[in-house]
């Protein structure tokens, strides 16, 4: 099956600063969505973006599909952007099975 | 718009014992979906229903774990005998329609502890 490597899988960065997380694929894929899960476990979808480029307020996302990669870009963070976050990719036309990476751990200092 | 429910929140069960989860997705959704969420990994997809049928349970243990949605609308996923390797949360989501493009909405998970 389809493999979803992230990286950094841990990152520390004080208030304000800017990120940027990476979810590579091993093949083409048709669905990419960008997850955050907080630190209570619930999962919010931040972005559907199989291609392209999506701007969420200080969150952005682009994907690269040809190159088979995907970033995220979180500006001037907030503590409540503390969690982690998970790259997840479905290739299979007509069936909306997702595989998620292993995620970024993003820890947001006052 | 009320989101994905679930419940129980939590659980604690003795190995060989059996639990079911129940999931009520968000109004209108066609497509639903049972995730098993290991500590420190990715959620992995157990099964994923359109309306009342079954479209992948590929990584369903069947010897163990059953899941069914009558009418097309909620769901329940149960574990019969429990091991300790289901220690886990599970995560029930769902999607407007089967196709290209469909945001997948999460509930709260229910945790569960497998003694």
């Known amino acids: 099956g389809i493999q979803v490597e992230q990286s950094p899988p841990d990152l520390i960065l004080q208030e304000g600063a800017n990120s940027t997380l990476r979810c590579n694929f091993s093949?083409?894929?048709?669905?990419l969505q960008w997850f955050h899960q907080n630190p209570w476990g619930q999962l919010i979808n931040l972005f559907y973006?199989?291609?392209g480029t999506k701007q969420n307020g200080r969150l952005s996302a682009t994907t690269v599909a040809t190159e088979r990669y995907s970033l995220l870009y979180i500006s001037s963070s907030q503590t409540t952007d503390s969690g982690v976050y998970f790259c997840?990719?479905?290739?299979?036309?007509?069936?909306?099975?997702?595989?998620f990476g292993t995620g970024t751990r993003l820890t947001i200092i006052p | 718009e009320a989101g994905v429910a679930q419940s129980p929140r939590y659980k604690i069960i003795e190995k060989r014992q059996s639990v079911a989860f129940w999931c009520n997705p968000i109004?209108?959704?066609?497509?639903l979906y049972w995730y098993q969420q290991i500590l420190g990994q990715g959620p992995k997809l157990l099964i994923q229903?359109?309306?009342?049928?079954?479209?992948?349970d590929s990584q369903l243990p069947k010897d163990r774990f059953s899941a069914e949605r009558l009418k097309g609308v909620d769901s329940t996923l149960k574990i019969q005998p429990a091991k300790l390797e289901d220690s886990a949360v599970y995560l029930c989501?769902?999607?407007?329609?089967?196709?290209?493009?469909?945001?997948?909405?999460f509930g709260p998970g229910t945790r569960l502890t497998v003694l």
């Open positions: 989501a769902s999607s407007l329609e089967r196709g290209g493009g469909d945001t997948q909405y």
């Open positions: 093949d083409s894929v048709n669905n």
């Open positions: 973006i199989p291609s």
């Open positions: 997840a990719v479905g290739n299979n036309f007509g069936n909306e099975k997702l595989t």
């Open positions: 109004s209108g959704h066609a497509t």
């Open positions: 229903f359109q309306n009342n049928g079954v479209v992948d």
